[in-house]
């Protein structure tokens, strides 16, 4: 059975940093973009940055330039490394993997077939 485990998340202030972490099991990991989603209370999910198997990475425009993901294949690991937190980032974090590489696609959440349980990440102001 296909297991994302994430961990990395916590409490910062504004202008600090964290790093999740997501770790596969039981899947084929190269052979899918792994993305990262994000739900504050109240809100719908939205899409932050994923990583195809051929490391295009895509980011929401919120986050580029302070947000960047990375991934090992022989890990079966994806990293998502925040900098420059602001209390809008708050929000539980989760890691999936989708078969679709396209820049809209791999954006999508309805795309997306694997799922983490999420690790939750607060910045205070």
């Known amino acids: 059975q296909v297991k994302l485990v994430e961990s990395g998340g916590g409490l910062v202030q504004t202008g600090g940093s964290l790093r999740l972490s997501c770790v596969a099991s039981a899947l084929a990991f190269s052979n899918f973009t792994m993305g990262w989603f994000r739900q504050a209370p109240g809100k719908e999910h939205e899409f932050v940055a994923a990583?195809?198997?051929?490391?295009?990475?895509y980011y929401r425009a919120s986050v580029k330039g302070r947000f960047a993901i990375s991934r090992d294949d022989a890990k079966k690991m994806v990293w998502l490394q925040m900098n420059s937190l602001k209390p809008e980032d708050t929000a539980n974090y989760y890691c999936a993997a989708t078969y679709y590489i396209g820049s809209i696609s791999a954006t999508q959440q309805e795309n997306y077939i694997h799922w983490g349980q999420g690790t939750q990440v607060t910045v205070s102001s």
């Open positions: 990583i195809t198997r051929d490391k295009n990475t």
